[in-house]
């Protein structure tokens, strides 16, 4: 089960989003030649990845930001940047570009020292863009709750996409994470921590745009859907004829 688009359509160009996608391909580009020697990429990992025991003996500080730009796999940066591309592109179209920028750091920090906090003694590297864009995933909830994200279900032999209102998907994401992040004790080699930080700080810094647009007003204003028209999607029909039964 995972979105594969919104409907949700963007006013303007997504700079800042496009951006990150392209920084964070390049960057796991020209990581993929160190995936296959382990000796270099731990040691790419030492430098750039995000290890809490740095951080708590006063070094690689700078790793908050860099590990946000790393990813550990093919599927780890296809789902982050799947995600990124669906739900970033309308907070950066309320927010403004800088402001978007700003805001994506921010949680993507916040993330970070979520994780930090729980295991300040860990060894583990945490890298990846899942932290940042779980607080553009919140953001997304505050403002935009009702609307419509369609969700693709894969049932072993037959697939199919259903549209859901944003709060019932993130939603549902999101006590995942609280599962994953304290039913499992967070020891399953997925920062569920650095998730549940990044949302809950993307819905926290999301606030004074959600006051800018009118806070409560906006929501009754366009009852938790985008304040603009939504796209509407049709699925080609199937050219098979309908054979009915006969009686």
Known sequence: MFPIRDHNPSRRPALVTYTLIGLNIAVFLAMWPSYSNEAAISGIYMEWAMIPVRLSSGEGFHTVITSMFMHGGFMHIAGNMLFLWIFGDNLEDEMGHVKFLGFYLMSGIAAAFAQYIVFPSSWIPMVGASGAIAGVMGGYL?????????????FIIFFKVIPFPAWIMLGLWFALQLFGGFGTGGDGGVAYLAHIGGFIAGVILAIPEWRRLGGKEYWAL??????????????????IPVVKRRK
């Open 142 to 154: 505050l403002l935009f709750p009702r609307a419509k994200v369609d969700v693709l279900f894969i």
């Open 222 to 239: 366009t009852h938790g859907h985008p304040p603009h028209t939504q796209a509407r999607y049709k699925f080609q029909q199937s050219r």
